[in-house]
Structure formats: structure tokens, C-alpha cells
């Protein structure tokens, strides 16, 4: 039996298509908690990884984060004599930004006024999507690589170029309100790399007093915050908007893939559920694994999760909120308007998530927004990893601050907690600190 700081630990590999690959990882799951006497599991953390290219990725945050969070089980009065283990899901999913691709000196080095992206870096950002999408792709980016040269010179060749890229996506997008996927799929190719093709513009209001900047710049070294500045993010042009173009359409397919995922972990999770009506259940997810954990909560085999702890998660604000926009209820609205999860949800959030800070600002862009500041809380199109959960009642949702891992926090069950986590998490997945572990082990406490 493999173990993470001591507690038994189970992987739980999900394909692309929602089916779990191996059916002896779900037998030792439910074996797990089938087993008696000083064996006998409490409690279940189901953990999902998000932006990771490969298995190592995920198990490198998840032996992190349960390294701080098996040294903080013993000191919590509650959770003493509990027995704890862990599920965690594995899934192929792709980070949205490629910092590999940044030339020598980053971005800092270069001058970003007027200037056009290289045609070599927007083929190798294509090559490097292989494998990414659903349907078998390497022929249709072969395609957008050969249009690379020529994007520039009419808007037939910018609509072939978006057209192929559209064809590699999901065409029934799970939700359509919340972040640009109707537009994105459904406006003139042409018109979309125009709204593209500057860079977009987002509110760092939490650091300079609401100054607005071109995405993942800064006034003094232009990535003030540690974060990995996406290198389309700074230059004009078409090959810059057909770059910004794939970072949506990679946003996009993860996101739709992670609901696939949730919906599959539901599964699992269902059958755990009939086998131990007493077992609590925390779900755990980090950025596009918040939507993953978020869709299992809320999928039709009613899990009961003891807490779920959402860590820089990448899907809308809105996704709890009723009537967000004075007519549709957030994605995920039933989670909290049914009171799906026993005990709280955190949600931590922070201005120096770049990852989260871009995508939303994109589909602003895509929805033909033409505001000055994109992303921010007053923002339609924004992400709870940036900006926590919004426009909520005022009994739903409490706004905290992130504390130290000596910290002590007084949960409510069934509210939203949103955590600003400027002081401890530096970017998108900085999640497997002692704060961030002391958060989850309150929670868990009840």
C-alpha cells in the first residue's frame, strides 16, 4: 500500500472520457473503507490536481500538501483519534501557459511596445498542444501551424485559424454565462483575433491603489508577484491574439474536461458512499480540480462531503451565486442553495494568481467587453481563484483572510468562506504551504 506521510493513500486515474482507468484502484478504495476494527478508516481526503502536464506534477503537490497536513492532524483536539486516508485523482490535463516558451531574460528584456510575437514561438506553442484536446488533433494544428505565415493577410486565413482550433473543442459547452464559451464558439473568427489582439488589461487594485496594466505586467519588473508571465500576454498583433486564442481554447477543454472528471469521481465516490453512510468525506481541489471536486459534490449521487476546500480555483466567481446577472443562477449554485457539502467550503483567492487572472480577462475580451479593467470582483467574467465567491447572500458567504499555519479559524458549516491569500500564496500553485494546510485541517475539524 503506498502512503503519504503516513496515510494510506490511493490513486484514482480518470480518463479523458469520465471512465476510471484501472477498476482495482476502485476496489482498493472500497475495500479501504470496508475494512474493521483498528483498520477502520474516519475519514476520506479526496484531493485533485488541476494545470499539471503529468502524474509527477500531481504527486508531487499532493506529497507536499499532505506532508504539512499529516504534522498539523495531531496538535487539532478533533482529529486525534481519527484514522485519516487518502484518494487521489489523477487526470490528462495541460497547464494554460507555456513559460518555457519565454525567451532568455524574461519578459522584463523585452520591449513590449507595438511589437509582434514571432511566428517560430506561436508553432511551438502549437506543437506543444499535441495531445491536448479530444479529438485526435495533430493534423488540424499542423493545419493553424502552416496558417502561422500568412494570419496576417486576410481575414479568411484568421477565420480557417480560429475554425480549426473551434474544431478540436467541445461544441456543447457546460455552461455558457459564465465565461465567454458561447461566443467563443459561436462569433466570427475574424472578429474574435480582433478583440484578441491586444493585450487585455486587469486591476491589480490589492497592490497599487487600482492602477490598470496590460496582463502580467508591472511597473518595475513587469512580474512583481513570482508569477510566470504568459509571453503572448505582451505583445500586439494577430499571431499575438491567435496566441491568447489558445490559451482560451486550452482553458476551455480543461474546464469541460474537468466536469467530465467530477462526474466520474461522483461515481466513485457514490459507491464509497452506500458502503459507508458514516465515512466523512473532505474534497480537496486545486485550480481546474476545484471544478473537478465542486462537479462531484454536486452530481447526482448525494456524497454529503464534510468540508471542501477550493485552492485557487479556476472557475467563475459567480459559479455559487444566485441570479449573478439578474437572470441565471451560477454553474454550481445547487452546491450551495441545497446545502450539498455538511460543512464549510473555503475558497482560497489572491491577485497574484496570474493563471485564473488571465483566463477570465480572455473571455471579457471574446464577449466584446471593451472596459478598461477586465477580472476583478465587479468584473461579470472573473474566477474564484482571483476573486473568491461573489455577489453571494449575505448568510451564504464570509470573507476571511488566509492566516498563518498557527492560525485559528471558527468555520461555519454550509457558507462559503473566501480566504485572501495575497500574504502567503505567490501564484497559481503556490497551494502546498502550511497555511494553506492549517486552512484545510480547521475545516476538517469541523
Keep these: 500500500m503506498d502512503t503519504i506521510a503516513g496515510l494510506p493513500f490511493y490513486a484514482l486515474e480518470i480518463t479523458k472520457e469520465g471512465n476510471v482507468f484501472n477498476s482495482q484502484q476502485q476496489a482498493a478504495i472500497e475495500g ?18 488541476g494545470w499539471n502536464n503529468d502524474m509527477a506534477d500531481a504527486r508531487q ?120 464559451s458561447d461566443e467563443f464558439l459561436h462569433r466570427p473568427g475574424a472578429d474574435i483575433l480582433k478583440a484578441l489582439s491586444a493585450p487585455p488589461m486587469f486591476n491589480r487594485a490589492a497592490d497599487n491603489g487600482g492602477e490598470t496594466h496590460a496582463l502580467g505586467l508591472d511597473d518595475d519588473d513587469r512580474d512583481a508577484t513570482g ?57 480537496i481541489g486545486h485550480s481546474f480540480g476545484a471544478r473537478a471536486v465542486t462537479a462531484a459534490a454536486d452530481g447526482s449521487a448525494a456524497l454529503r462531503p464534510s468540508s471542501m476546500s477550493l485552492l485557487q480555483g479556476a472557475f467563475s466567481h459567480n459559479g455559487f451565486t444566485e441570479k449573478f446577472d439578474g437572470k441565471s443562477d451560477g454553474f454550481f449554485r445547487k452546491v450551495v442553495s441545497q446545502s450539498k457539502v455538511d460543512g464549510p467550503i473555503l475558497a482560497t483567492h489572491t491577485v497574484n494568481d496570474r493563471a485564473v487572472g488571465i483566463a477570465y ?9 471593451n472596459r478598461a479593467d477586465f477580472g476583478d470582483e465587479n468584473d461579470v467574467y472573473g474566477g474564484i481563484g482571483r476573486n473568491g465567491a461573489v455577489k453571494m447572500k449575505p448568510d451564504e458567504c464570509v470573507k476571511g483572510v488566509l492566516l498563518a499555519d498557527t492560525g485559528t479559524y471558527n468555520f461555519s458549516a454550509g457558507k462559503v468562506h473566501n480566504l485572501l491569500a495575497d500574504k502567503y500564496v505567490t501564484d497559481h500553485s503556490d497551494v502546498k504551504g502550511p497555511q494553506i494546510a492549517n486552512a484545510i485541517v480547521h475545516a476538517v475539524g469541523g
Aim: no cysteine.
Design 361 to 369: 480577462p480572455l473571455a471579457s475580451r471574446i464577449s466584446f467587453d
Design 227 to 283: 508569477g510566470a508571465v504568459d509571453f503572448g500576454d505582451v505583445f500586439n498583433g494577430m499571431k499575438a491574439a491567435a496566441w491568447r486564442l489558445l490559451n482560451y481554447a486550452t482553458y476551455y477543454q480543461m474546464k469541460e474536461r474537468a466536469g467530465v472528471v467530477g462526474k466520474s469521481l461522483n461515481g466513485v465516490l457514490g459507491s464509497v458512499r452506500k458502503l459507508r453512510p458514516d465515512l466523512r468525506i473532505h474534497l
Design 32 to 49: 479501504a473503507v470496508t475494512a474493521a476494527g483498528a483498520a477502520k478508516v474516519t475519514d476520506f481526503f479526496v484531493i485533485s490536481h
Design 61 to 180: 503537490l499532493y506529497n507536499a500538501l499532505f506532508a504539512n497536513i499529516a504534522a498539523l492532524i495531531p496538535a487539532h483536539p478533533r482529529l486525534a483519534e481519527r484514522k485519516f486516508a487518502i484518494v487521489g485523482v489523477f487526470w490528462p490535463s495541460k497547464k494554460f501557459a507555456d513559460a518555457e516558451l519565454i525567451p532568455s531574460g524574461g519578459v522584463a528584456s523585452l520591449g513590449v511596445d507595438d511589437q509582434d510575437l514571432e511566428a517560430s514561438a506561436l508553432k511551438d506553442k502549437l506543437e506543444s498542444l499535441k495531445g491536448t484536446f479530444d479529438r485526435s488533433d495533430d493534423a488540424v494544428l499542423d493545419r493553424a501551424k502552416a496558417l502561422v505565415d500568412v494570419i496576417e493577410d486576410s481575414e479568411a486565413k484568421q477565420k480557417e485559424f480560429v475554425d480549426l482550433i473551434r474544431s478540436l473543442l467541445p461544441q456543447h459547452p457546460s455552461d455558457v454565462t459564465e465565461d465567454g
